[in-house]
């Protein structure tokens, strides 16, 4: 079982958002009030854009876990040791892995 934490604000998150930038791919998790918000500011540019048409280069399904990746097992425990908020599960806040890459480089 995978459970979302909401990127922007650290509550439950109920889905998670892809969108692209620039060339660059990003992925939001977000509770449904932070997702309609996100589509709703995007939406005059999105309108206003022509889709491109890309090939998924992850295959359906394939969604790295915490067994995949020990580093995020240490963070999670270096967070929890130092007072800060993290799920047991799901993605770790970038802010959570911002200072904990400052505090441990």
């Known amino acids: 079982m995978v459970i979302l934490e909401d990127d922007l604000d650290g509550g439950l998150a109920d889905e998670s958002v892809q969108f692209s ?3 660059k ?3 939001i998790d977000l509770n449904r009030a932070n997702a309609k ?6 939406h005059p540019v999105i309108s206003s854009g022509q889709q491109e048409q890309v090939k998924q ?3 359906a399904g394939a969604r790295t876990t915490a067994a995949d990746n020990p580093e995020a097992a240490k963070i999670r425990a270096w ?3 130092n007072g ?5 599960r799901g993605r770790i ?3 959570i892995r911002q200072v904990n890459y400052a505090a441990t480089s």
């Open 21 to 23: 930038l620039d060339g």
């Open 25 to 27: 791919q990003y992925e």
């Open 37 to 42: 918000k996100l589509r709703e500011t995007l």
């Open 57 to 59: 280069a992850r295959a």
């Open 79 to 81: 967070a929890q040791e």
């Open 84 to 88: 800060r908020k993290v799920s047991d």
């Open 93 to 95: 806040a970038q802010e």
